[in-house]
C-alpha cells in the first residue's frame, strides 16, 4: 500500500543542468483500485483541457474541425537515427541501436471517454508512469506539435511491447525507433555526454525541434547536436471514423545526422581514465581531472573527468531513483571540472612568470635570487615584526632554471612583486602577460560549459573589498595564488605552448573541424622559452626537482608540479603538467588531484604512467 501523502523533491533544484527539469514531480497518490484510473483520468482531461481551451476551441477550432473533415488524416513523425561518434582510429563511441518506443495520442485520449481509465492503468502497470508523469509529458509537448503523439518511452522491453500491443488501446502505439548506446562506457561520458527528448526551452528556442527529436543535453552530443542530429521522416495515416488506421504512407524518409570523428585516442583514454581513477582510490580522494594535449595542433587526445557518470542511464528511460542520485550528488559528476573548473593554477604559473620576468628584464638567465625559505617584507608599523613570505623549503641560491626545478617561491616572489632594493614584474604586467598566454579568457575549444577563469586586478580589489592592492597579493599571485584563477584547459594549454617553442593553439575535439587554429604566435619569446624549458627539464632531471621520479622513463620530459591550497588553507589541490619528449613534444599532459593529501606528489605517480603509457604505445609503436 503506497503512503497517501508521498512527496518527490523537484530534481531542478540540484543541478544546472537543463536535463533536471525533466524530472521534477509532485505527486499525491488517491489510493488503489479502478476508480483511481477514472480519478487519473479526469485530472489529467481537466489540466489539458484549462490550459488549452482557447488553443483548441477557438484558436485553433476551424483547424480541428478541417482535420476532422478530411477522415481524421495525420502526420507520424519517424525519429532518425544520429549521426555515430568515432575516435581517431575510427572506433565508435557513440551509436544507434534499434528500440521500439510508447507513443500516446492524447487526441485519441481526449476524443474516447470510456477508454481513458483503461489506458492510464496500462501505462502505469506497463511502463510504470503515474497520471503526474503523463501530464507532465503532455505538458511539456509544444502546443504546434500537439496534433502528434508524445514519446513515453523510447527503449521498450520485450514485455512492455507485448502488453502494450495487446491492451488493443487506440491510445497506445508501439513504433520501432533507435536508441543512443556509448559501448566504452563511463570512461567517455565527459566528453560524449549523453541525449534526451527535448525540454520546453530546447522547443522554445529551437522552433525547428520536434518532441520526438532527441537532442544533445552535455558534451559533444550537445556542441554539434546540430550536425548529428538526423532528418526525420513523415508517415502520414489515415482513419476511419472509429479511429481505425485505413491507410498509411511514407512521405519523407528519414536520414541519418553527419558522423562525428574525434581527436580522442578510445585507448589512451581508457587507459587515462583507470589510471587517475585507481590513483585517487589509493589516496581516498574522489574528484580529479586528466587532459592530455598534441601541441603540435592543440588536438585532445583525452579529456577525463572524475567522477565520472553513465551515460548510457542518463540518455535511456526510467531509473528515475539511480538519475536521482547523479544530478543530487554533492560530487557533482555531471560537471565538467576540466573545462568548468575554476581553480588556483598553484606552482604551474611559475614558468609563465618565468617567460615574464625574463623578456622584461627583471632578471637575466644565469642570475641568482637566496632562499633561506622565506622572504621577509619590512613592516612601516613594527620594524621588528616584519611579514614573512614562505617558501615550501630551503632553496639556497637558485636562478631561473634552478627556481623552475625546486619551484622557489621567493624567486617568484621577487620575480612578480619585486623587493625594496629590485624592481618585479608588478601586477599589471603580469595581468598582459597571462593574458598574453590565454588566462582570463575561454580557449574556444568546440566543447559547451568551457569557463573564462579570472586574472585579478587592483581595480577589481578595490571595487570588491574597498582595500587596496598589496604587495602582499602580488606576491600571493605570483606564485599561483590568491584570486588568480584558471580552467585546467588553460593551464594546460600556455603549458603545452611553452612546450613547442610559443604557439598557442586553440584546444579541439573534432577532428574534422579545420585546424589547427592559433590564438597566439608566441615564438618571438624563443631564448626566454627556451630557459624555461630547460628548468622543466630539471624539475625532472636534477636531485631536488619536483618532478625527479620521472626521471628513469626512459624519455626526456619537460614538467612542473603545482600545489594550491584552498578553504582557507586547509586543502591542497594537487597538479602535474607536463610534455614529452621533451625536444619535440608529441603529448602535453595535466593531472588534478582535488583535496589532496600530500600536494603534488599524489599527481606525479599518476603522471608518469601515463607519459609512459602514451610514449610506448603511441610514440615508439
Not at 425 to 444: D, N, Q, V
Not at 491 to 515: C, E, M, T
Amino acid at each position: 500500500m503506497k503512503n497517501p501523502n508521498t512527496y518527490e523533491p523537484a530534481f531542478e533544484d540540484t543541478l544546472q543542468d537543463d536535463w533536471a527539469g525533466d524530472f521534477g514531480v509532485v505527486e499525491v497518490s488517491i489510493g488503489e483500485g479502478p476508480l483511481r484510473y477514472v480519478w487519473f483520468a479526469a485530472l489529467l482531461v481537466g489540466l489539458l483541457l484549462l490550459g488549452r481551451t482557447l488553443f483548441l476551441g477557438i484558436g485553433r477550432g476551424e483547424f480541428y474541425e478541417a482535420r476532422a473533415e478530411a477522415n481524421l488524416s495525420d502526420e507520424e513523425i519517424r525519429q532518425a537515427p544520429r549521426g555515430i561518434i568515432y575516435d581517431r582510429f575510427g572506433e565508435v563511441l557513440a551509436e544507434n541501436e534499434p528500440s521500439f518506443v510508447a507513443l500516446f495520442d492524447m487526441r485519441e485520449f481526449l476524443k474516447n471517454e470510456d477508454v481513458r481509465g483503461r489506458t492510464l492503468e496500462t501505462i502505469e502497470e506497463s511502463l510504470g508512469l503515474r497520471v503526474n508523469d503523463v501530464a507532465r509529458l503532455v505538458e511539456e509537448a509544444d502546443p504546434d506539435r500537439f496534433a502528434h503523439a508524445i514519446i513515453l518511452n523510447h527503449d521498450l522491453s520485450q514485455s512492455q511491447v507485448i502488453a502494450l500491443k495487446s491492451a488493443g488501446l487506440p491510445t497506445l502505439a508501439v513504433e520501432e525507433g533507435f536508441g543512443r548506446r556509448y559501448p566504452r562506457g563511463s570512461a567517455f561520458s565527459p566528453i560524449l555526454g549523453y541525449t534526451g527528448l527535448p525540454s520546453v526551452e530546447d522547443l522554445s528556442s529551437r522552433p525547428e525541434l520536434g518532441t520526438q527529436e532527441f537532442v544533445g543535453k552535455s558534451g559533444v552530443e550537445a556542441f554539434y547536436d546540430e550536425d548529428l542530429r538526423g532528418d526525420p521522416g513523415v508517415v502520414v495515416r489515415r482513419r476511419d471514423a472509429k479511429g481505425e488506421v485505413i491507410d498509411e504512407q511514407e512521405r519523407k524518409k528519414s536520414e541519418i545526422g553527419t558522423p562525428l570523428h574525434l581527436t580522442i585516442d578510445a585507448e589512451f583514454q581508457e587507459y587515462f581514465f583507470s589510471r587517475l581513477e585507481s590513483g585517487l582510490r589509493s589516496l581516498g580522494r574522489q574528484i580529479g581531472v586528466g587532459i592530455a594535449l598534441d601541441p603540435r595542433n592543440g588536438e585532445v587526445l583525452a579529456l577525463v573527468n572524475l567522477p565520472g557518470f553513465d551515460n548510457d542511464l542518463m540518455g535511456g528511460p526510467g531509473n528515475l531513483e539511480e538519475k536521482q542520485k547523479i544530478l543530487s550528488s554533492s560530487l557533482k559528476p555531471l560537471f565538467n571540472r576540466a573545462v568548468g573548473g575554476f581553480y588556483n593554477p598553484g606552482s604551474t604559473i611559475k614558468p609563465l612568470v618565468a617567460v615574464a620576468a625574463l623578456r622584461e628584464g627583471v632578471i637575466a638567465p644565469e642570475e641568482e635570487i637566496f632562499s633561506p625559505g622565506y622572504l621577509d617584507v619590512p613592516n612601516p608599523y613594527d620594524p621588528d615584526k616584519p611579514t614573512r613570505f614562505l617558501d615550501w623549503r630551503y632553496q639556497g641560491e637558485v636562478d631561473v632554471s634552478g627556481a623552475i626545478a625546486q619551484s622557489s617561491n621567493v624567486y617568484f616572489y621577487v620575480m612578480g612583486g619585486g623587493t625594496e632594493d629590485r624592481r618585479g614584474l608588478g601586477i599589471m604586467r603580469l595581468r598582459e602577460w597571462w593574458e598574453r598566454f590565454g588566462l582570463g579568457k575561454a580557449t574556444g575549444i568546440d566543447f559547451p560549459g568551457e569557463a573564462e577563469g579570472f586574472v585579478p586586478s587592483p581595480e577589481w580589489k578595490e571595487k570588491k573589498t574597498g582595500m587596496p592592492w598589496l604587495l602582499g597579493d602580488t606576491y600571493n599571485v605570483s606564485i599561483g595564488q590568491g584570486d588568480i584563477l584558471a580552467t585546467p584547459l588553460q593551464i594546460l594549454n600556455f603549458v603545452s605552448a611553452i612546450g613547442n617553442g610559443g604557439k598557442l593553439y586553440r584546444p579541439v575535439v573534432n577532428r574534422d573541424r579545420a585546424h589547427p587554429e592559433l590564438l597566439a604566435d608566441l615564438s618571438y619569446l624563443g631564448s626566454e622559452i627556451k630557459e624555461v624549458q630547460r628548468g622543466m627539464q630539471e624539475a625532472v632531471t636534477a636531485p631536488l626537482g619536483t618532478a625527479n621520479l620521472l626521471a628513469d622513463l626512459g624519455f626526456s620530459v619537460g614538467a612542473k608540479t603545482g600545489t594550491a591550497q584552498v578553504r582557507a588553507n586547509t586543502e591542497e589541490n594537487a597538479f602535474f603538467v607536463g610534455y614529452a619528449p621533451s625536444d619535440k613534444p608529441q603529448i602535453a599532459i595535466l593531472v588534478l588531484v582535488e583535496n589532496a593529501r600530500e600536494g603534488s606528489l599524489n599527481a606525479v605517480p599518476i603522471a608518469k604512467d601515463v607519459l609512459n603509457w602514451y610514449y610506448w604505445n603511441r610514440i615508439r609503436k
